[in-house]
């Protein structure tokens, strides 16, 4: 149980374009979903905290306009980088939690993002 | 990462154990958490313990927490080469956020 998915895994896309990353939690009702940003041998830096239905908080100095964070659903979230440029590119992990998962994180696969 | 440290590095020789050693700041973590990262992929929960835990233990791994000195380690007995990857350390914070080290990365040679 607690499987968490991303789509897509990899991803290329242009300078100025945007692209959207899927967090789905597959078997259990995800009332919290973060979304984390991992450099090259660093560790993961949070950036937000969405709950379903009400804004996402995001980690200082994260652009709120920049990386658009909808939790519409309590298996869905998606991360929408806005008008990326070739600094935006990185890995971008995803977890949800649930009270009924005991609030443990459940990590996706992560999703790797190249702006050319 | 600042307020959980972890050494960076660590080469074993396969079948030895691997010690993973970490320092944690927040005193009032309710939980640690020990994860996997392989090349390319997210992270795996391997363990945690609850604070007012000492040890754990769940097969080949072993979990130390020294509450007095914010101490956390894992043991992985008789390391596999499967065993390599990056182990962070993490330590919950408030509203459930995580705060995450630097990753260990651990090389087991033949």
Known sequence: GAVVSQHPSRVICKSGTSVKIECRSLDFQATTMFWYRQFPKQSLMLMATSNEGSKATYEQGVEKDKFLINHASLTLSTLTVTSAHPEDSSFYICSASSPRQDNQQYFGPGTRLTVT | GEDVEQSLFLSVREGDSSVINCTYTDSSSTYLYWYKQEPGAGLQLLTYIFSNMDMKQDQRLTVLLNKKDKHLSLRIA???TGDSAIYFCAESLDDYKLS???????????
């Open chain 2, 78 to 80: 008789d390391t596999q």
């Open chain 2, 100 to 110: 995450f080290g630097a990753g260990t990365t651990v090389t087991v040679r033949a």
